[in-house]
């Protein structure tokens, strides 16, 4: 019981992180994962969790690498094979001497084997990191694929170093020679044996299928076992895991490509269940490297044997000696190697590339997972030199090469100033057409015979509003609020909240019409308003709520509106809205703010719209009106969805998304105002 109550709470925690980045987008995902993990341990009946790495490598790395694999661009691999077996081997052997030797000199009391241990298990840079940075931070593609293809090399190379040198500090024997032929014998081994074994499992599904086995579920089971499959089988040979895992996502990535037209139907299904799978996983692994962080800095921060000043400024000289090391290699093979090709002018790669694929270089779980491997006592019975302090450095490395990476990167990636804002003003552009179109096929799927019509209208509407954004005179139009129009609209329900108080109290109205009005506010408010006054709104309606439990007070905002309802809610609308057109321009008048004039014009608007024939005089239109929302409704959602699609498959960034959203809401808040 208490595993799976662990379970809960660390999947319930990548919930609430996802929660906190709404609320604080600049901070990326990994951050407040890890900051949740560090927290829960602090509660009391905290979350306590021992890192067994074993286990770690295969419930996370494996398929973690396995789906990067097969998303991967093949091509780009390829293409980049030499920068990237440089970066992926070359460095990862370099750290392994330099800051080995290095952090043996300036820490005398990690021996040379033990520090060489050290450097390796930092020498690779974490694949899972680098993909959540790269869903916040425009890297360009090229970088990009670069550093995926490094990740997916460079975490086998440096554990063969790291377990190489582990070796030697336990038993006090190395030899140079064997560890490079046995390096080579595991790297190859394990892309081998993925290879050939991702391929007989492919082949065993399509003799599966031929044999007329064609249930989806079974067959996305195999799929999801595959990465697990492959990475045991090649450790238990003695060869590289991670390495099979990878090799067996490209295989399946050559058999997609294959089935992409005859299989659609399975290939959705696989690309759903791996999105949670991943969304899972990748959370997992963020929350509980937080879970360690106490315990690791207890060990060391709260021990007499440790001047605290002193180890947090070796962990912080050697983070620095590695990003040094990083910058160096890849200048020197960019300017003799062609590390990564000239610019379109035939000019040198600039100093920016170099120091964003310097300061990318994140470290991440393999590196910890890596680290507590280390056993407790050496061949001679006595315990393994400083094992909590190299945890310790290791620990402290990877918190900040995730906070420098997340805070200067991005301001390297947008110095690019107008270019950048263009590029911005297109894709959102190109997102909203994106989601308008999904709204639109949406309404066409939900359309039948008995609401041809309130369709026709509804996709009249999202036509009408996709003119609105295509592009004119260099900027785009759009169909949302400005930021600061919300803040008077909210002042402007206020002013309708207070009127309607009026009408009440001078019995001009009833106080059931007054309650469904009143009502109809709120939601609007809640659809308006920024989150610290949305959290307000959110408790007074369960203040409210629990009120009307107690008090057993009457009410009938639940209640299908009659006919009658409905033309009472148009006459309190069109008082209201008379009111506020004429308080706003009292209290703002001289005001420069066009937001302002925007709010009394949108007024305008709902009020010759009411004032035209009520609908609901013309035959039995009330219903069609029910269908109408119902269908807007439909496309609100669609357009969620869309955002959320392009989002997860990194056309758009976190910020463009937000501002996808805001403009549904506001869409929202116009077709809820409009009922």
Do not use: C
Not at 102 to 125: E, K, N
């Amino acid at each position: 019981m208490e595993l799976f109550i662990t379970i809960l709470v660390l999947l319930a925690l990548i919930g609430v992180s996802n929660v906190i980045n709404r609320e604080i987008p600049f901070v990326p995902v990994p951050l407040i994962q890890i900051a949740l993990g560090v927290a829960v341990t602090f509660i009391p009946m905290g979350i306590h969790m021992h890192l067994e790495p074993e286990l770690f490598f295969l419930l996370f790395i494996a398929p973690l690498l396995y789906n990067d694999g097969k998303h991967t661009p093949r091509g780009e691999l390829w293409r980049l094979r030499a920068p990237i077996l440089l970066l992926a081997v070359g460095l990862v052997f370099a750290t392994v001497f330099v800051i080995g030797y290095a952090i043996h000199w300036m820490i005398p009391s990690i021996p040379l084997p033990v520090a060489f241990g050290l450097a390796a298990i930092l020498s690779p840079t974490d694949a899972v990191a680098v993909s959540a940075l790269a869903g916040r931070i425009r890297l360009p593609k090229s970088l990009m694929h670069l550093l995926e293809g490094e990740a997916l090399m460079n975490d086998a190379s440096g554990l063969v170093a790291f377990k190489f040198a582990v070796a030697a500090a336990v038993t006090g024997v190395f030899s140079l020679p064997k560890a490079g032929v046995s390096f080579l014998i595991i790297a190859i081994g394990g892309l081998v044996v993925g290879a050939v074994l991702a391929s007989l499992i492919t082949g065993l599904r399509i003799l599966l299928r031929r044999s007329g086995l064609e249930d989806e579920t079974m067959h996305m089971l195999i799929h999801i076992l595959t990465p697990f499959a492959l990475f045991l089988a090649a450790e238990e040979i003695g060869l590289s895991g991670i390495l099979a895992a990878v090799a067996g996502g490209v295989m399946h990535a050559v058999e997609r490509d294959k089935s992409q037209k005859a299989k659609p139907r399975t290939n959705e299904v696989s690309d759903h269940t791996w999105s949670v799978i991943l969304y899972l996983l990748n959370g997992l692994v963020f929350v509980i490297l937080g879970l360690q962080i106490p315990s690791v800095f207890s060990t060391v921060l709260g021990s007499p044997e440790f001047n605290n000043g002193e180890v947090m400024f070796y962990a912080l000289a050697i983070f620095i000696m590695l990003i040094v090391l990083r910058y160096l290699w890849t200048f020197v093979f960019s300017r003799v190697g062609s590390l990564f090709g000239r610019n379109k002018n035939g000019e040198n790669i600039s100093f920016k590339i170099l120091a964003m694929t310097s300061l990318s270089g994140v470290r991440g779980a393999v590196t910890l997972a890596g680290a507590f491997s280390i056993p407790l006592i050496i061949e001679n019975g006595d315990p393994f030199p400083e094992r909590s302090l190299v945890i310790f450095l290791a620990t402290v490395v990877i918190l900040l090469s995730l906070l420098t990476a997340s805070i200067v990167l991005p301001l390297l990636a947008n110095n690019d100033g107008k270019k950048n804002e263009v590029e911005r003003l297109e894709k959102e552009r190109l997102g909203q057409i994106k989601m308008m179109s999904a709204a639109i096929e949406a309404v066409h799927h939900a359309t039948s015979e008995d609401n041809e019509v309130e369709s026709a209208a509804v996709l009249a509407d999202y036509n009408r509003w996709m003119k609105h954004i295509q592009p004119s005179e260099g900027r785009y139009g759009r169909l949302h609020m400005s930021k600061n129009e919300p803040k008077f609209r909210i002042e402007a329900i206020e002013i309708e909240r207070e009127e309607t108080r009026r009408l009440l109290a001078s019995k001009e109205i009833s106080k059931e019409h007054a309650g469904l009005f009143l009502a109809s506010l709120e939601q609007l408010e809640l659809i308006l308003s920024n989150r610290t006054h949305l959290l307000l709104i959110i408790l007074k309606s369960i203040a409210k709520r629990f009120k009307g439990i107690f008090f057993k007070e009457e009410s009938r905002l639940s209640d299908a509106q009659s006919r009658s309802d409905r033309e009472a809610m148009r006459q309190i609308k069109l008082q209201t809205s008379n009111v506020v057109i004429e308080t706003l321009g009292r209290l703002h008048s001289g005001s420069k703010e066009k937001e302002v004039m925007e709010v009394i014009n949108h007024y305008h608007f709902i009020k010759d719209k009411l004032s035209k024939p009520y609908l609901s005089r013309q035959g039995n239109k009330e219903g069609n009106e029910e269908i109408k929302r119902d269908l807007h409704w439909v496309a609100i959602q669609a357009e969620r969805d869309e955002v959320q699609a392009l989002y997860e498959r990194g056309i758009i960034t976190r910020d463009i998304a937000n501002e996808l959203r805001r403009i549904i809401r506001d869409r929202e808040a116009s077709i809820l105002e409009q009922e």
